[in-house]
């Protein structure tokens, strides 16, 4: 029986929470023992358990399932693969495994290399001076046949130019617009809200002027080829001789980057054709690497937001994480430290 | 409770739900702007000179004296 001064002092300590630090030691200890009672049991477990898994999946691939037993089976799961595929064909159906393609690089591009653009690292944002200039490029080299209606001046107000710069820019072209209140179209100089112009006024016009193949639009051409900006760097510079007993057809160009080899666009980006006016060196290459970047940043306009949100993201994350194994490990201490004792009392006989 | 400012805080932000509450809202404020600030610092150390903000101030002219009109 208890007395009132026994209750509060040994019994309320015993069934009293744990305070912060005996829960954060508790805890600890409770780890240790998922695998065993301290780290050398959990360490032998791991080893066994390692040492186990081996021994059986030898065991398994050497003398259950051996290469013998499964021929037979690989052999007949794949005949009836292809008499379903063919009986699925005769009806029409295609089905997603059809038949092994041989890749040939002739036929599909040559892979382009990977350059190492700094806008690849995660915490990189595109060089927005390589972006001006590369837009620079565009308009005195690329614009020549290649429109990109989706971009429009103010886009590259605060990302490549001023605001007063990207309105002179866009002055520079006459654009359609109306009607005025005698109901008739009229030109006007371009707005930031203008796009682009474009080269043609539509894509027979491309065509025509352009032995038939049409020049695409570069808006999200980034996004749009494999390779990406790696891809339009290397294309741009990669023409070159067609090997032995390749024949290009009058009018088209050879460049292994081009699925086929043969592309239709002749080489654009030489040494100096562009002059910069920040003083950068004009070589091909810079000229070729700038306007891959601002191609790039037209088809990835979010990108430094974009990362910068990443990574902030995962920054709290990672507290959070940190803070919930807490929270759960201080939660469960209690549990993990339990003792539960059974102790036979006796029994009065019947 | 051991020492003083443990106590203190615990009087302070939960002995009462109101404290409680203020105190998770001011507390999710100022972190937020602190975060935020020091992340946009690590970042704009990170790209030093890549930033349009970097190299804005060649090519604005006297005529654009509105600054705020062309951040991003």
């Not at chain 1, 695998?35 to 999946?57: E, Y």
């Not at chain 1, 294309?235 to 024949?247: E, K, Q, R, S």
């Not at chain 1, 940190?322 to 003792?339: A, D, E, M, N, Q």
Request: charged letters at 25%.
């Amino acid at each position: 029986m208890f007395t009132r001064a026994a209750y509060t002092t040994a019994t309320r300590a015993a069934f009293r929470a744990p305070t912060f630090a005996q829960a954060r030691n508790a805890s600890t200890q409770a780890a240790n023992g998922a695998f065993g009672a301290d780290r050398k049991a959990a360490a032998a477990w791991f080893a066994k358990a390692a040492a186990g898994s081996a021994i059986l999946g030898y065991g398994i691939s050497n003398y259950v399932v051996t290469d013998d037993r499964l021929a037979p089976v690989t052999k007949a799961v794949a005949e009836s693969m292809t008499a379903l595929q063919k009986k699925a064909a005769e009806y029409g159906i295609e089905m997603p495994f059809t038949v092994a393609h041989a890749f040939s690089t002739a036929d599909h591009g040559l892979h382009p290399p990977h350059y190492p653009w700094d806008h690849f690292k995660p915490w990189k944002t595109y060089d927005h001076a390589s972006i001006r200039r590369g837009f620079q490029v565009y308009k005195e080299v690329c614009s020549a046949c290649h429109s990109m209606e989706y971009i429009h001046y103010r886009n590259l107000v605060g990302v490549s130019h001023t605001e007063s710069e990207a309105k002179e820019l866009a002055a520079e072209y006459e654009y359609e617009d109306g009607p005025n209140d005698k109901g008739e179209m009229f030109m006007r100089p371009g707005k930031l809200t203008d796009p682009m112009p474009s080269p043609y006024p539509n894509e027979e016009a491309a065509r025509a002027a352009n032995g038939g193949a049409y020049p695409p639009d570069l808006s999200c051409i980034a996004r749009a080829r494999h390779g990406e900006e790696d891809y339009i760097f290397a294309l741009l510079l990669g023409y070159c001789d067609p090997p032995a007993g390749v024949n290009v057809r009058e009018g088209l160009h050879y460049n292994p980057y081009f699925p086929g080899g043969a592309i239709a666009m002749a080489r654009a980006i030489y040494d100096e054709v562009v002059e910069y006016e920040d003083g950068t060196p004009n070589n091909a290459s810079q000229l070729a690497k700038d306007v891959s970047t601002f191609l790039s940043w037209a088809s990835y306009p979010e990108h430094d937001e974009r990362k910068k949100m990443g990574l902030k993201t995962l920054a709290i994350s990672a507290m959070l994480l940190g803070l919930s194994v807490w929270w759960k490990r201080f939660k469960w201490s209690y549990i993990k430290t339990r003792k539960i004792v059974y102790k036979p009392g006796k029994f009065d006989e019947v | 409770m051991a020492s003083a400012l443990a106590r203190t805080t615990y009087n302070v932000f939960f002995r009462r739900s109101s404290n409680y509450l203020v105190g998770i809202f001011a507390g999710a404020f100022a972190f937020e702007i602190a975060f935020d600030s020091a992340a946009d610092r690590l970042w704009d150390m990170a790209n030093k000179g890549r930033q349009w903000k970097d190299i804005r101030s060649k090519y604005i002219q006297a005529a654009d004296s509105e600054p705020a009109d062309d951040e991003e």
